[in-house]
């Protein structure tokens, strides 16, 4: 499969991203961090709800693959290996070069469970 990159250009940086390679985007004000399988964290001058309207708007269906969760993430479906409603932990892994954890209230992590579940019945 042909990598599709994610581009963020800036006054003094830019950014090219697999779109299959990014893990995860954590906001932190106006800030995003995006996340890869190497724990490079690339730092782009956009809020969270930004970087949500710029996958949508330019990367379509492709954007599909990823689920705002809460305020403070956007993760990559793709790499969902459990929901820990209980222990308010997400972990995400390719079983194999990665796993995050990632702190995420019940509620956020009860929707996302749901939904899971509906589109996997």
Not at 66 to 93: A, D, E, P
């Amino acid at each position: 499969m042909t990598p599709d990159y994610i581009l963020f250009n800036s006054r003094d940086q830019l950014l090219r991203i697999d779109l299959q390679e990014i893990i995860y985007f954590e906001g932190d004000g106006n800030l995003t961090y995006i996340v890869t399988p190497n724990k490079i964290k690339g730092t782009v001058s956009m809020n969270l709800s930004k970087m949500e309207e710029f996958l949508a708007s330019h990367y379509g269906k492709k954007a599909g693959i990823f689920f705002r969760l809460g305020k403070r993430f956007i993760i990559n479906t793709n790499y969902i290996y459990s929901v820990q409603v209980s222990r308010q932990k997400l972990i995400l892994s390719d079983y194999g070069r990665f796993t995050f954890q990632l702190p995420v209230s019940k509620e956020a992590l009860r929707k996302m469970k749901e939904l899971i579940l509906k589109t996997n019945s």
